[in-house]
């Protein structure tokens, strides 16, 4: 709730301070006949609605979950980060288009020292607040606020521009207003573009982070009995709303009710620490057993000649059944897994065939 009060309360400011500089931007943009400086002005116009829809975003998002959508709506911000991008193309878009007019037919201006100081002052405001926006986006990991704060901050530029091109106009009486519009339009679309590709990659689901990943398993493997932590993966449904699985390693000696408290106690210090809802899943471990240690000790050796492997857990041998199962993590760059397991498989046969293999081919999906 407190990082959904600072998101609403720093988009309110957003919209404040964007209209402001509406209403001057335009009225000198009239008066000095400068289409750089009413384009600036429909700029900070798109920079209001985009706080609009930062709050609007943020609202939504925390509806509670219901059936339709048992995970919650946090996602929704990440579409409203893809909205802001999107808004943030279409003025681009339009920037560079009147820019290309403005080239082909170009308008005599007549700035003066007033219209300049009041650009001059909306330069280092629309910097300051750009700034300031993002990095609060940053420091709360509002996709929407950073999108925001990226829309002023280049806008900054398009104001700085469009105030070069009126000093130039009127020390030199020479119009650059047009060639330098097309630069930074092209600046501007290219950071709309970067935007879009972030907001989309979220909502399709992005590798979780590896500085995340390490405080989970540094929690879950503070508990002696672990013995390891694998097969991590987390699902983002929201800024604050993870959910996710992973499977510790202890020893096979454990009662069921020991194993149902430690995973009690683990899923509880995960979410309190980190607020990450964690299912917990078992591998167990014999290889106390010198017999057992000696195969897994040669299987380790095998699965090192195969760069493909980034790792081997889950081991365990079943002595009655005569049965041993592993789990083998592939890069993704790998094309020809099965190739590879085939041959650890014919490896670990040919030094112990009187087992049967079982083994799971795993993603990595996590450091």
Not at 38 to 62: E, F, P
Not at 106 to 130: D, R
Not at 171 to 191: D, P
């Amino acid at each position: 709730m407190e990082r959904n009060k600072i998101i609403i309360k720093t988009s309110i400011m957003g919209i404040i301070v964007n209209i402001i500089l509406v209403i001057f931007k335009a009225i000198v943009g009239l008066f000095t006949n400068s289409i750089a400086i009413i384009l600036d002005a429909v700029n900070n116009l798109s920079d209001a609605i985009s706080s609009i829809i930062t709050i609007i975003g943020t609202k939504l998002s925390t509806k509670k979950p219901d059936k339709e959508h048992p995970y919650g709506h946090g996602r929704i911000e990440y579409i409203a980060s893809v909205i802001i991008a999107a808004i943030v193309l279409f003025a681009g878009i339009t920037s560079i288009k009147e820019s290309f007019v403005k080239i082909i037919s170009p308008e005599e201006t007549n700035y003066t020292i007033v219209s300049l100081i009041i650009v001059s002052v909306a330069v280092i405001v629309k910097y300051i607040f750009g700034k300031y926006v993002k990095s609060v986006g940053k420091k709360i990991k509002s996709q929407s606020l950073i999108a925001s704060g990226t829309d002023a901050y280049m806008d900054s530029i398009l104001s700085f521009s469009t105030l070069v091109a009126a000093i130039i106009s009127m020390t030199l009486n020479i119009g650059i207003e047009g060639y330098l519009g097309v630069i930074i339009s092209i600046i501007i679309i290219k950071s709309s573009i970067e935007m879009l590709k972030d907001g989309l990659a979220t909502i399709i689901g992005l590798r979780a982070d590896r500085e995340l990943t390490i405080k989970l398993k540094k929690i879950i493997n503070s508990f002696k009995e672990v013995e390891g932590c694998y097969d991590i993966t987390l699902h983002n449904y929201g800024p604050s709303e993870i959910i996710g699985s992973a499977h510790i390693q202890v020893n096979d000696d454990m009662k069921a009710k020991e194993i149902h408290m430690l995973s009690k106690k683990i899923q509880a210090k995960v979410y309190q620490e980190l607020n990450i809802t964690l299912t917990i899943g078992i591998y167990a471990s014999n290889t106390s057993n010198e017999k057992f240690e000696l195969i897994k000790n040669d299987l380790v050796k095998i699965v090192k000649k195969h760069k493909e492997i980034l790792q081997l857990h889950g081991f365990f041998v079943d002595p009655e059944s005569n049965i041993i199962t592993f789990d083998l993590i592939f890069d993704f760059e790998c094309k020809n897994e099965e190739e590879i397991k085939e041959r650890v498989l014919n490896d670990i046969k040919e030094k112990y065939p009187d087992y049967e293999y079982f083994i799971v081919v795993d993603k990595d999906y996590a450091d």
